[in-house]
């Protein structure tokens, strides 16, 4: 994505204000901690990637962050839960849009799912151990977490609730892409031929 038309901007803008939104709706799930909240938001993230290109993903969903910690602010003061849900956001959207640009097809669609699943819960539970753990104590002076206590946190609850967070995503996403699916290859091809 070279440039980005007005067009273009104005659905990134939309899309970014859906997933802003849905982020809003947000909910726990029982079996894991009240900070490990479920939303849709990358779905939106998701048809701007496909749609548009990598860029038009990361877009929205650094808008959305942005966003909402305009309009919630954060515990820390430091908006260490949005840079988190920024990375996982990129993490589980960037791998989704390349591995589907090389297989084009519904089947490549489903693995392409299943990459940016794994890829998000794998290298979150990295980054939640030794950057996002660790930030949240400090900033809210809480005394340290003890390694075996963040490797537990992040075994027994970052890591499962992930990968079930992009298996959610992923089934939702499957039947909306199919519905969309006309309109993402035409702004697709629209973008490959401007771009």
Do not use: C
């Not at 548009?52 to 908006?79: H, R, Y």
């Not at 849900?85 to 993490?91: K, Q, R, T």
Request: charged share 10%; glycine share 6%.
């Amino acid at each position: 994505m070279k440039k980005m038309n007005v067009k273009t901007m104005v659905v990134i803008g939309m899309l970014s204000s859906l997933s802003y939104v849905l982020m809003l709706l947000n909910f726990p799930l029982p079996v894991f901690p009240a900070y490990l909240m479920i939303d849709f938001s990358d779905i939106p993230a998701l048809v701007a990637a496909l749609a548009f290109g990598p860029l038009a993903g990361v877009l929205v969903e650094l808008i959305k962050n942005i966003l909402d910690w305009f309009m919630t602010g954060s515990q820390t003061g430091v908006p260490v839960g949005h840079i988190a849900n920024f990375a996982a956001g990129i993490l589980f959207i960037l791998p989704t849009y390349y591995v589907y640009n090389k297989i084009k097809t519904r089947r490549g669609l489903s693995l392409a799912l299943i990459a940016g699943t794994v890829t998000m819960a794998v290298l979150m539970s990295v980054l939640n151990y030794f950057l996002f753990l660790p930030a949240y104590t400090w900033f809210l002076n809480a005394p340290a977490m003890a390694d075996s206590e963040a490797l537990k946190s992040v075994v027994l609850f970052i890591l499962p609730f992930n990968i079930l967070k992009g298996i959610i995503v992923s089934v939702l996403f499957m039947p909306l892409y199919v519905k969309m699916s006309y309109w993402i290859n035409r702004q697709r091809t629209s973008v490959q031929l401007n771009g």
